[in-house]
């Protein structure tokens, strides 16, 4: 069995402004090679068994038995300097208003194998981390009723069969079994809610509580692969990605003030309360197109285009168990890159 083993390290550069790059949320350090390259034509290139996260059908270009383990480290780098902030009644929030590194640093692992079964038929496995991110701020700074902290993690667990139907065509496929996880923290307003409620002794943004939201689930779907190989030399590609769904569920928990604004809040209105809570999540489908051609033994053009449905991600949901907590939703609105 050919072994591989690449550690790999690779610097993101992202600020706590909403994010402008087309890769939104999605962990593109899956395979070493291929980011070498920068992905360039990914869905027909086939240089390791890595590249059948991109293409499924690249199993057919892979000879033998092949394991590759992959390691990435992900240092993404933010800061605020100056910053300042109000309520909804336009008081002054204090607290921290520079805020250093926030975007968390991790390693990122991935691990592929693929079997000859047959001349014809190879079957492969993939263990990756598709999609996550991760900030943690101080719970002093300006932005808190924001967020403090904010963590999706995913892993992807997908086992892909391919047939090899003849020298110039491969056809693949593949089932997803994919696990997600998320956390939301921020801290709470109570003395602006509850100055807008009418509640005496309350002053906005000097009554603080913390809400925690922890959700998981385990959502399925599949991904297709076509490689071909008009000529010896030069290979066309065309990959498909289902979506998966989840719906998070989990729990709440809140922490009231000192002050009793928040506990008085709640006991007038039923909310702020520990429950059950649950949201829709989905990662979005992808479709690719890649080219490949040898111009000589040593030189190589690739090609690639790869269309990303992130416009299923138009808003944030969180459903509370809680009839008395109405929905809490935040508006994402992306566009399909």
Do not use: C
Not at 13 to 28: C, D, H, I, R
Not at 182 to 191: H, P, R, T, V
Not at 257 to 268: I, P
Request: glycine share 10%; proline share 4%; net charge negative.
């Amino acid at each position: 069995m050919r072994i591989l083993f690449v550690l790999l390290v690779s610097t993101l550069f992202v600020s706590v402004t909403q994010p402008v790059f087309s890769a939104g949320f999605a962990l593109k350090e899956r395979g070493a090679s291929a980011l070498g390259i920068a992905f360039a034509g990914a869905a027909a290139a086939a240089e390791d068994v890595s590249y059948m996260f991109l293409n499924p059908a690249a199993l057919g270009q892979i000879d033998g038995n092949q394991l590759s383990v992959v390691g990435s480290y992900i240092a993404p780098s933010s800061e605020m300097t100056d910053g300042t902030a109000t309520t909804i009644l336009g008081t002054p929030i204090g607290g921290k208003s520079s805020e250093g590194d926030a975007a968390k640093n991790v390693f990122l692992p991935a691990g592929y194998v693929s079997w000859a079964l047959t001349d014809a038929w190879r079957f492969g496995l993939g263990l990756t981390i598709p999609y996550g991110l991760e900030t943690n701020y101080d719970r002093d700074w300006i932005g808190r009723y924001h967020a403090v902290n904010s963590r999706l993690m995913t892993a992807n667990i997908n086992p892909v069969l391919a047939w090899k139907a003849n020298d110039k065509v491969t056809l693949a496929f593949g089932f997803q079994a994919q696990y997600a996880e998320a956390e939301l923290s921020n801290a709470i307003d109570f003395g602006t809610i509850a100055t807008m409620a009418g509640i005496q002794g309350a002053t906005p943004a000097a009554h603080d509580g913390y809400a925690k939201m922890e959700g998981d689930d385990w959502g399925f779907g599949y991904n297709l692969g076509l490689m071909i190989e008009p000529r010896e030399g030069t290979r066309i590609g065309l990959a498909y990605r289902s979506k998966v769904h989840h719906e998070l569920r989990g729990d709440i928990d809140f922490r009231l003030d000192n002050d009793g604004v928040g506990a008085a809040l709640s006991q007038a209105t039923g909310r702020f309360v520990d429950s059950r809570i649950s949201a829709d999540l989905t990662t979005p489908e992808t479709f690719s197109v890649g080219l490949y051609h040898e111009i000589t033994p040593r030189w190589a053009v690739m090609a690639d285009a790869t269309l990303t449905r992130w416009s299923r991600f138009d808003e944030l949901r969180v459903q509370f168990d809680n009839p008395a907590e109405s929905d809490n939703v935040t508006i994402e609105d992306w566009e399909d890159s």
